[in-house]
C-alpha cells in the first residue's frame, strides 16, 4: 500500500473538539487536498485513513480544547509511525474559519447581510483546521516551529 501514497509535503491539521474535529491535509503552499468533520470517537480511524493515502509525516494540532487529550491519544496509538505531532496557538482561530467559511458560502441573500450578522447553519471546525496548517507553514517558514515530538 505505501506504494499508492500520494508523495508530497502534506501536513494534516486537526481542529480538535469534545464532539467533533476538523481536519485538513495541507501542503506547503497553502492546497487544500481535503478536509472534513470527524466524530472525535474516530480519530484515529480517521487520522490512519488520510496517512493511508498521503505521505503524511507531522501532524499539526491546535493548542486549545481537548489538545492534550488528543495529543496523547495519537502518540499512544501511532506509536511506531514516524510523525510528528506538533502544536500551534488556536487563538482567534474559530472566528476566523467561521468568517472563512461565511465568506466562502456567500451567496442568495447572505451577499446582502453583513457577515456579523450571519451564523453558519453548519459545522466549521474544517475550516478551523485550514487555519492551523497555514499557521504552522508561516511558523516553519520563519524558522519558529516547536513542540515536534515523535
Not at 456579523?116 to 496548517?133: F, H, K, N, R, T
Request: charged fraction near 35%; include cysteine.
Amino acid at each position: 500500500m505505501k506504494n499508492n501514497l500520494i508523495k508530497n509535503d502534506s501536513v494534516l491539521a486537526l481542529d480538535p473538539g469534545k464532539r467533533k474535529f476538523g481536519y485538513a491535509v495541507l501542503l506547503p503552499d497553502g492546497t487544500v487536498r481535503r478536509k472534513g468533520i470527524g466524530e472525535t470517537k474516530l480519530l484515529i480511524e480517521v487520522v490512519r485513513g488520510i496517512m493511508a493515502e498521503f505521505a503524511i509525516d507531522t501532524l499539526i494540532l491546535g493548542d486549545r480544547t481537548g489538545s492534550k487529550e488528543f495529543r496523547e491519544l495519537l502518540i499512544q496509538e501511532l506509536k511506531g509511525e514516524p510523525i510528528h505531532v506538533v502544536r500551534v496557538d488556536e487563538d482567534n482561530s474559530s472566528r476566523e474559519g467561521r468568517t472563512r467559511y461565511l465568506q466562502k458560502h456567500r451567496h442568495g441573500w447572505r451577499r446582502f447581510l453583513p457577515i456579523g450578522l450571519q451564523s453558519p447553519p453548519e459545522p466549521y471546525d474544517d475550516y478551523v483546521a485550514v487555519i492551523l496548517g497555514e499557521r504552522y507553514f508561516r511558523k516553519e517558514e520563519s524558522g519558529r516551529t516547536e513542540g515536534g515530538c515523535k
